[in-house]
C-alpha cells in the first residue's frame, strides 16, 4: 500500500503538462485534493492523477519533479519547478518511498542474480566444459578428427614455412633415404599403436625444438629436434608421445574446449572493463590443468607403446632430461617445456619404464644418420 | 553521476559484465534526464530489461549463425583467411543493421513534449547502403568517406521522426570534403601515395619474386624495390600517428557539418563547438590517467613495501606453507586487484570526462531556430524492440 498522507492544507501552484497526445506544453495549476488536479487556464479540469497511481521519472534533475501516472497516456507528463509545491507533492506521495523501494528491490535482485549467474558460468567454464569435450570427442566419428586435422594443416604450414625450404623435409633428391628411415621409425610404431586413422607425420624445416599433434593424425616434428636428438630412440619416444595425443583424441578434444569457453566468456558475458583479463586467466587455469593431465597420458602411451615396438623407453626421458639441463643456454629447448611442463611425476614415471624386452633399435646407424639430412646437409 | 558510475561498474564486476544492460541504462537515463531542450526536459524510457532481451534475441541469431559458419569452415576446409573474410562480411553487414536498428530503439525511447521520436525505414536497405559505401570508402582510402556520411545521414534523417513531424539533412558530402579535407591530405595522402606507388609502379610479382631472393648481407639486388614495401609501412606509421592527433579536429569538425545539416520540419540547427574545447575533454582524460596510475603506482608501492617490511607476511606464518609460494600468492592476488581497481576507475573517468563531456558539450553549444514548428506535433510511432541494441553488443560494437 502507498502511504497517503494529506497535505496539511490545500496547496495549490504552477506546473507544466504535457497531454501525451500532442507536443503542446501547457502552462496549468495543479491542486492536490484529493488527488492531483490538473487545471487548464480557464479553470477546466484537463485531467485528474490519483496519488496512488502517481510514479515519479527517473534521472531528473533535481530542481524539477518529473511525474507520470499509470492509467494516464503513457507520455502524459507533469513537471513541477516551484519549490514550495514539489515538496507537496512530494510529501502527498509519501517521497514515492514504496515505488523507489520496490525498484530498488528490483535491481537488488537482478544483481545478486546475475552474480550467481557469473558465478554459475565460470564454474561451467572451468569444470562443465571440459568434461563435455572429453566425454564428447570419443563420441565423434575420427572423420571430424581429420577434417580438422586438414584445416589446420594448411596453417601449420602456414606459419612455420620459411621461405628457402618450403613447408616440410624429405621431398628433395638428398633427403629421401631420412624421409624413407622417418617412414620406417613411423610404420613400425604405427603397426604397434593400431590407431583407427593413419598418422601423417612430416618433418618441418624449423630451428625450434619441437614436436606436436594436431586432430586426426597430424603430426610435426620441428628439424631442431632431430637435431638435438642423440639417439633414434629419443625422436622415437617423442614421436610416441605424440602418437599418444593422437589416440587420445587430446586436439579434438583442446579445439571443442577452447571453443566452447572463448564462446561462453566472449558472446554471454560480454566486453566489460577488467572483464578481459578476467577470462584470460579462468581459460589459462582450465588448459594448464588440462593439458598437465593429458601429457601424462600421452607419456605412459609412449613408454608402453616403445616397449611393444621393441625399443628403449628411457629414450622419452633422457631426452626431457638433457633438454632440462640446457633450459639455460638454448631457448628453443623452452618451447618444448612449456608445452610439455616437466614436473617431478612425470619425470618419476618416464623413468619407472624398465630396460626393453628386445632391445631392437628403432633405425640403424645409417637410417640415423639418414634421419639427421632429412631437411638436407646441414651447416 | 560518479555515484552510479562507481555503483554501476562494481555491479559490472561482480557479475562479470551481465550488468552491462542495466548499467548503460542508468547512465542513459542520467544524461537524457539532465539534458533540455529550449526548457523542455528530454526523458529516456528504456529499460534495463529491454535490453536485456534484446541481447537475448541477438544470441538466438548469433549463435547458429557461428556454428554454421564453424561446420563451415570443417566442410570446405577453410579455416584459414578465407573463412575470416566471408565471417567477416557477414557480421559487417549484420552489424551495420544492428547500428540502424540500435539507433531506432534510442528514438523511440526518447521523450520530450510528451511525444516520443521514431524511426522508419529499413534495416537491411541501411545495411546494403553502408556496406556499399564501406567498400567505396576502402578503395579510395577515406576519400569518399564524407559522401558516405552525408548518404548515410539523409537516409537516417529521412526515416527519423517527432510525432508526425519529419527530420531531414540537408548536409552534403562536398561542404564536408571541403571541410575537412585537408586532414585527409595530411592524415591519408601520404599512405595512399605510397600504396599507389607500389600497385603502379612495380610489377608485384616480380617484387614478391626479388624479395625472395633477397639477402641483406650478399646483394644489393631488389633493394628498390625493397624501398617500395618499406614506404607503405612508413606511410602507416604516419596515418596512425598524425590520425590520432588531428582526430579530434576532425571529429570536431564532422559533429558541426552534421548538426548544421540537420533539419526536423522548419527547425534549422547550428552547432558553435569549439575546437579547442573537443581537444580540452581528451586532454583532461589522458592528464587524469596519468595521474590516477601514478597515485595507485604509490599506494600499491607503499602496500608492498608495508608488506615487506611486516616479514613478507608468510615468514611470521612460517607453518602455514612454503613461504615462496605463499607470497607469490599474494603478490598475485594483489595484482588482479590492482588491476581491476585501475580498470574500473577508468571506466568511470571515461564515462564522466568523456562521454558526459561531450554530451554536455555538444548540446550546450548546439543552436536551435524554429522550434515553434515542433509545437503542434501530434503523437506517432510505436516503441521497437531492443533487438539492434541487442546485436550491437553480442558483435561488440556496442554504439554510443
Known amino acids: 500500500m502507498h502511504s497517503i498522507s494529506e497535505p496539511s492544507e490545500p496547496v495549490e501552484g504552477p506546473a507544466v503538462y504535457y497531454d501525451g497526445a500532442t507536443s503542446a506544453r501547457k502552462d496549468v495549476r495543479l491542486s492536490l485534493d484529493p488527488a492531483v488536479l490538473i487545471h487548464a487556464a480557464d479553470g477546466d479540469t484537463l485531467a485528474e492523477w490519483p496519488w496512488d497511481r502517481l510514479r515519479r521519472v527517473a534521472g531528473g534533475s533535481d530542481d524539477v519533479l518529473r511525474l507520470s501516472c499509470t492509467g494516464a497516456a503513457p507520455l502524459a507528463r507533469l513537471e513541477i519547478r516551484d519549490p514550495a509545491l514539489r515538496a507537496a507533492v512530494l510529501a502527498g506521495a509519501g517521497g514515492f518511498a514504496a515505488h523507489d523501494a520496490i525498484e530498488r528491490r528490483g535491481r537488488l535482485k537482478i544483481a545478486a542474480w546475475f552474480t550467481a549467474a557469473a558465478v554459475s558460468l565460470v564454474l561451467v567454464g572451468i569444470y562443465g566444459i571440459p568434461a563435455i569435450a572429453d566425454r564428447l570427442a570419443p563420441l565423434l566419428p575420427w572423420s571430424f578428427d581429420e577434417q580438422l586435422g586438414r584445416a589446420f594443416d594448411g596453417q601449420v604450414k602456414y606459419y612455420l614455412s620459411t621461405d628457402d625450404r618450403g613447408d616440410r623435409c624429405g621431398t628433395r633428391t638428398g633427403e629421401r633415404d631420412g624421409q624413407a628411415a622417418l617412414d620406417k621409425m613411423v610404420a613400425t610404431l604405427e603397426r604397434e599403436a593400431g590407431l583407427p586413422v593413419g598418422l601423417k607425420v612430416i618433418v618441418m624445416p624449423n630451428g625450434a625444438t619441437n614436436a606436436f599433434a594436431t586432430p586426426g593424425g597430424y603430426i610435426y616434428i620441428l628439424l631442431g629436434l632431430i637435431e638435438d636428438a642423440e639417439t633414434p630412440d629419443e625422436v622415437a619416444g617423442v614421436l610416441a608421445h605424440e602418437i599418444g595425443h593422437v589416440a587420445a583424441r587430446d586436439g579434438t578434444r583442446k579445439v571443442l574446449q577452447t571453443t566452447g569457453v572463448s564462446f561462453l566468456f566472449g558472446m554471454v558475458l560480454g566486453d566489460f572493463t577488467g572483464g578481459g583479463a578476467l577470462v584470460v586467466g579462468t581459460q589459462a587455469l582450465t588448459e594448464s590443468a588440462y593439458s598437465r593431465e593429458a601429457e601424462t597420458r600421452a607419456d605412459a602411451f609412449a613408454v608402453d607403446l616403445m616397449s611393444r615396438a621393441g625399443a628403449n623407453p628411457s629414450g622419452l626421458a633422457a631426452f626431457f632430461r638433457r633438454i632440462a639441463k640446457d633450459e639455460g643456454n638454448s631457448s628453443s629447448a623452452l618451447q618444448l617445456l612449456s608445452s610439455h611442463p616437466l614436473t617431478p611425476d612425470r619425470i618419476r614415471m618416464l623413468e619407472s619404464a624398465g630396460a626393453p624386452a628386445a632391445n631392437r633399435p628403432i633405425l640403424d646407424n645409417d637410417q640415423w644418420r639418414a634421419l639427421k639430412t632429412i631437411c638436407g646437409e646441414g651447416e | ?400
Open chain 2, 1 to 400: 553521476m560518479a555515484g552510479l558510475l562507481v555503483k554501476g561498474s562494481l555491479l559490472q564486476l561482480v557479475t562479470l559484465g551481465l550488468y552491462r544492460f542495466w548499467y548503460l541504462t542508468d547512465i542513459r537515463r542520467h544524461l537524457w534526464g539532465n539534458t533540455e531542450v529550449a526548457g523542455d526536459g528530454l526523458e529516456y524510457t528504456g529499460t534495463g530489461r529491454e535490453l536485456f532481451v534484446g541481447f537475448l534475441i541477438a544470441l538466438a541469431i548469433i549463435v547458429p549463425l557461428n556454428v554454421a559458419l564453424f561446420l563451415g569452415a570443417l566442410a570446405t576446409g577453410l579455416v584459414g583467411p578465407a573463412l575470416s573474410v566471408v565471417a567477416f562480411v557477414i557480421l559487417a553487414v549484420l552489424g551495420q543493421y544492428a547500428l540502424f536498428r540500435g539507433r531506432r530503439y534510442r528514438l523511440t525511447r526518447t521523450i520530450w513534449r510528451g511525444l516520443r521520436f521514431h524511426q522508419t525505414g529499413s534495416g537491411w536497405n541501411y545495411a546494403l547502403r553502408a556496406s556499399l559505401w564501406s567498400i567505396a570508402n576502402l578503395v579510395t582510402v577515406g576519400l569518399a568517406y564524407p559522401f558516405s556520411v552525408a548518404s548515410l545521414e539523409r537516409y537516417k534523417m529521412r526515416h527519423t521522426w517527432y510525432g508526425d513531424a519529419r527530420a531531414s539533412f540537408v548536409g552534403t558530402g562536398g561542404a564536408f570534403f571541403k571541410r575537412a579535407g585537408l586532414i585527409w591530405l595530411v592524415v591519408m595522402a601520404p599512405f595512399a601515395a605510397t600504396l599507389v606507388f607500389l600497385f603502379a609502379s612495380t610489377d608485384i610479382v616480380a617484387l614478391m619474386a626479388d624479395l625472395e631472393a633477397y639477402d641483406p648481407e650478399t646483394s644489393e639486388a631488389g633493394a628498390g624495390q625493397f624501398m617500395a614495401l618499406i614506404a607503405p609501412g612508413i606511410g602507416l606509421a604516419w596515418a596512425l600517428f598524425a590520425g590520432m592527433v588531428l582526430a579530434p579536429l576532425f571529429r570536431a569538425i564532422e559533429f558541426r557539418w552534421w548538426a548544421n545539416g540537420v533539419r526536423f520540419s522548419g527547425v534549422t540547427v547550428r552547432s558553435d563547438l569549439r575546437n579547442r574545447s573537443v581537444y580540452a575533454i581528451w586532454f583532461t582524460y589522458i592528464a587524469a590517467f596519468i595521474a590516477m596510475s601514478i597515485v595507485l603506482t604509490l599506494v600499491a608501492g607503499m602496500a608492498g613495501a608495508i608488506y615487506a617490511l611486516a616479514g613478507g607476511g608468510a615468514a611470521t606464518l612460517g607453518a602455514l606453507a612454503d613461504p615462496a609460494v605463499w607470497s607469490e600468492g599474494v603478490i598475485t592476488v594483489a595484482s588482479i586487484v590492482f588491476y581491476l581497481l585501475l580498470m574500473v576507475l577508468m571506466g568511470v573517468i571515461y564515462q564522466l570526462v568523456v562521454v558526459r563531456g561531450f554530451w554536455k558539450l555538444e548540446w550546450e553549444t548546439l543552436r536551435l531556430s524554429g522550434l515553434d514548428a515542433l509545437y503542434a506535433a501530434q503523437a506517432r510511432g510505436e516503441q521497437s524492440s531492443a533487438i539492434g541494441e541487442g546485436l550491437a553488443d553480442a558483435l561488440d560494437i556496442g554504439a554510443f
